[in-house]
């Protein structure tokens, strides 16, 4: 049966569960936990109610920790929010601590699946996720610029007026400031980006990325649709063994941390990264990236 847990129930992960409900896959149960016992059990029955209207049957309970242990995907989205203000590595004293019990716990149910991060700092959760579950690093698995690929492709499109679905690129590095577009692999079809956007137009759409969530939580006080939509997308990738590629936070071993990069993502969580030629100045981006990640996780106070 394909299960799937939710820790952390507030805008994020309930965003998660909603999108859940209303795209066709092949989740056949769905089980969320959250501290906050009582308005969980409301969430369900909201989401239970949709049911008749919903593409496909699916079991909605709330639950606790042991329900983990025959699940196929856990996701987290628990945690500390980033405010106005705040960028997502001022999050990680705070969330390196809650992620520390909430991982101890799933693997003490006996978990054997997935595990779905999407808690800021992103690439440090994840790697902290993997740290303290002792799974194989490719079922560990963090939303990375999955999210950020996609208002990549979108603000392409709506600028050129071409469906975002024949703009083929991605957003690598760090999800956070320090991420960037490697332009020189970006196509549009079959054609290379430089053909239809000057350098700095380019630049203009990258800084438009970059600071999208920003703008949101300025404006609403908090980002959930875009990212729970993008996890719903991660998760049919691994329970319809799509082989499908997404750029995702998976293991560098070479440098030891979690950082984004383009990989396929199957029933096993991910099968493969993809090598993709990088120029020299986008080599020191990533590499600029991989410094900021490692300089983050050193500075967790244990």
């Keep these: 049966m394909n299960k799937v847990v939710i820790i952390g129930c507030g805008n994020v992960g309930l965003s998660y569960a909603y999108s859940l409900l209303n795209q066709d896959n092949a989740v056949q149960e769905l089980v969320l936990i959250d501290l906050n016992m009582n ?13 008749p209207f919903a593409p496909n049957k699916m079991k909605i309970t709330a639950g606790s920790y042991s329900d983990c242990k025959d699940a ?18 001022d999050l990680i004293n705070k969330n390196s601590k809650i992620f520390k019990s909430i991982v101890d716990e799933v693997m ?39 999210l950020d690929s996609a208002r990549l492709r979108y603000i392409i499109g709506e600028k050129l007026h071409i469906s975002n679905k024949c703009i083929h690129g991605y957003v690598i590095g760090e999800h956070g400031d320090s991420e ?28 438009r990325v970059r600071t999208a969530a920003y703008e949101i939580i300025n404006k609403k006080g908090f980002t959930n649709f ?20 997404l750029a995702v936070s998976t293991y560098d071993k070479k440098h030891d941390i979690y950082i984004s990069y383009p990989a396929i993502i199957g029933r096993n969580g991910v099968e493969d990264n993809i ?19 490692k300089n983050a996780i050193r500075s967790i106070k244990e």
Excluded at 41 to 47: A, C, S
Excluded at 72 to 89: D, L
Excluded at 110 to 127: E, K, Q, R, S
Aim: proline share 3%; hydrophobic share 40%; charged share 20%.
């Design 39 to 51: 308005k969980i059990e409301g969430e369900v029955m909201d989401l239970n109610h949709c049911l």
């Design 226 to 245: 875009g990212i729970g939509v993008s996890m719903v997308r991660i998760t049919n990738a691994i329970l319809n063994d799509e082989h499908g590629i």
């Design 180 to 207: 960037f577009v490697p332009w020189s692999t970006l196509n549009i079809g079959p054609q290379n980006i430089n053909k239809y956007l000057t350098k700095q137009e380019m630049n203009e759409i990258e800084e």
């Design 275 to 293: 090598a993709i030629n990088l120029t020299q100045r986008e080599t020191a981006k990533f590499n600029a990236s991989i410094k900021v990640i």
């Design 108 to 146: 003490k149910s006996g978990f054997d699946g997935i595990f779905l991060v999407a808690t800021n700092p992103l690439d440090v959760m994840t790697h902290l996720t993997y740290k303290y579950s002792g799974l194989s690093s490719n079922r560990v698995i963090g939303t990375g610029t999955t």
């Design 72 to 89: 196929t995907i856990v996701a987290i989205a628990a945690g500390a929010n980033q405010a106005p203000g705040e960028t997502r590595m």
